[in-house]
């Protein structure tokens, strides 16, 4: 038999394998369970309670509560969510707030976190804290947002950059959600906030931050409101420049009544009154509009040579009263005093 060969093997490929051996080792230790905090990726279920199916949020939430105090971890942050959704339910900021500052939300799903940061911004506007729950919404994951969570999700935003002032903002997602909206009440609706936001920009702005071209229906809101602000006192050009709209923007949803009640609404003072108190803020969003409120009921009063003394008083808007002057409304006081509740949105 001859005798066995020997294979040389040249030093820089046994080193070369020596690397690849090492190398593979390392991407199998890598794929075996960690000892480190594995994220959630799946929300925990927790139990429902009968007292949150029977209605009564606040035991449910005061029960949620104790659960949560008898577990850990995930668990424990999904209790305490639960409370807070019970709490606000309910009505009892306070309560879910507390409920909210109590999670690890590090510890909660994408959803979880997504639901906690809704309540958080819920509770922020009913304070009248814009500017927090713009915060709150920012950590919001839009792609993981279910429809119906999507729709308050972008309502929330909406009512927030109205309440810091951002009527751009304000305008801009009033038109996404013009975009996801199928219901004819939250159209009209939604619509009608519109049009107020853009009311609030100079026409200025609206020529700048046209977000379109024609025909698109989010230019076709801009172009619209830009006529009705720069030739509103000019009721010729005016005319010309809505029918030339008109043409450019061809079935635009924008109902026409929503702009002709802007240019025919005008402002008067009673003669039958002696008295009228007017109560307008001075600080907050609103103050602009406020102050055009103000010039034009004093210009009504001296073009009507009414005899009635006009009293102004500075208010100041809290939570949810920051959005319920949708109409003008008038209240004739047993004093004889006129209360006028204007229109600021």
């Known amino acids: 038999m001859p005798?066995?060969?020997?294979?040389?093997?040249?030093?820089?490929?046994?080193?070369?394998?020596?690397?690849?051996?090492?190398i593979t080792l390392l991407m199998l230790s890598a794929c075996?369970?960690?000892?480190?905090?594995?994220?959630?990726?799946?929300?925990?279920?927790?139990?429902?309670?009968?007292?949150?199916?029977?209605?009564?949020?606040?035991?449910?939430?005061?029960?949620?509560?104790?659960?949560?105090?008898?577990?850990?971890g995930a668990e424990q942050a999904a209790y305490y969510l639960k409370a807070a959704s019970m709490f606000w339910r309910e009505g009892a900021a306070k309560d879910s707030q507390a409920a909210l500052d109590k999670i690890n939300k590090t510890l909660l799903a994408s959803s979880q976190r997504n639901q906690a940061a809704l309540i958080a911004a819920n509770i922020a506007l009913f304070n009248a804290d814009g500017?927090?729950?713009?915060?709150?919404?920012?950590?919001?994951?839009?792609?993981?947002?279910?429809?119906?969570?999507?729709?308050?999700?972008?309502?929330?935003?909406?009512?927030?950059?109205?309440?810091?002032?951002?009527?751009?903002e304000a305008a801009n997602t009033h038109l996404a959600l013009e975009k996801i909206l199928t219901d004819e009440t939250a159209l009209?609706?939604?619509?009608?906030?519109?049009?107020?936001?853009?009311?609030?920009?100079?026409?200025?702005?609206?020529?700048?931050?046209?977000?379109?071209?024609?025909?698109?229906e989010?230019?076709?809101?801009?172009?619209?409101?830009?006529?009705?602000?720069?030739?509103?006192?000019?009721?010729?050009?005016?005319?010309?420049?809505?029918?030339d709209w008109a043409r450019t923007y061809p079935n635009h949803p924008a109902d026409p009544a929503i702009y002709k009640q802007t240019l025919e609404?005008?402002?008067?003072?009673?003669?039958?009154?002696?008295?009228?108190?007017?109560?307008?803020?001075?600080?907050?969003?609103?103050?602009?509009?406020?102050?055009?409120?103000?010039?034009?009921?004093?210009a009504a009063h001296f073009a009507s040579n009414s005899t009635a003394q006009l009293e102004f008083y500075a208010i100041v808007l809290h939570g949810y009263w920051l959005k319920r002057f949708?109409?003008?409304?008038?209240?004739?006081?047993?004093?004889?005093?006129?209360?006028l509740l204007t229109n600021f949105l």
Request: glycine share 4%; net charge negative; hydrophobic share 40%.
């Open 3 to 22: 005798p066995r060969q020997l294979r040389y093997r040249h030093p820089m490929l046994l080193k070369h394998r020596l690397w690849l051996t090492t």
């Open 265 to 298: 609404a005008g402002t008067f003072i009673p003669k039958d009154v002696d008295d009228i108190a007017v109560l307008l803020p001075t600080t907050g969003p609103f103050v602009e509009a406020a102050a055009a409120v103000k010039e034009a009921i004093i």
């Open 326 to 339: 949708h109409q003008s409304v008038f209240f004739l006081m047993p004093d004889g005093y006129l209360l």
């Open 131 to 168: 500017q927090s729950a713009l915060d709150a919404l920012a950590i919001t994951n839009e792609k993981n947002l279910s429809a119906t969570d999507n729709k308050n999700y972008l309502q929330l935003k909406a009512d927030a950059y109205a309440l810091t002032g951002n009527w751009l």
């Open 218 to 243: 989010d230019s076709g809101w801009f172009a619209l409101a830009y006529n009705i602000k720069a030739y509103q006192s000019n009721p010729e050009v005016l005319q010309v420049a809505l029918e």
């Open 188 to 216: 009209a609706n939604n619509r009608e906030a519109l049009w107020q936001s853009l009311l609030q920009m100079t026409p200025q702005a609206l020529d700048l931050f046209n977000p379109g071209y024609p025909p698109s």
């Open 32 to 72: 075996q369970p960690g000892t480190g905090t594995i994220p959630v990726t799946k929300p925990i279920q927790v139990e429902t309670l009968s007292s949150e199916l029977s209605g009564d949020y606040q035991l449910a939430g005061e029960q949620y509560l104790q659960l949560a105090t008898e577990h850990e």
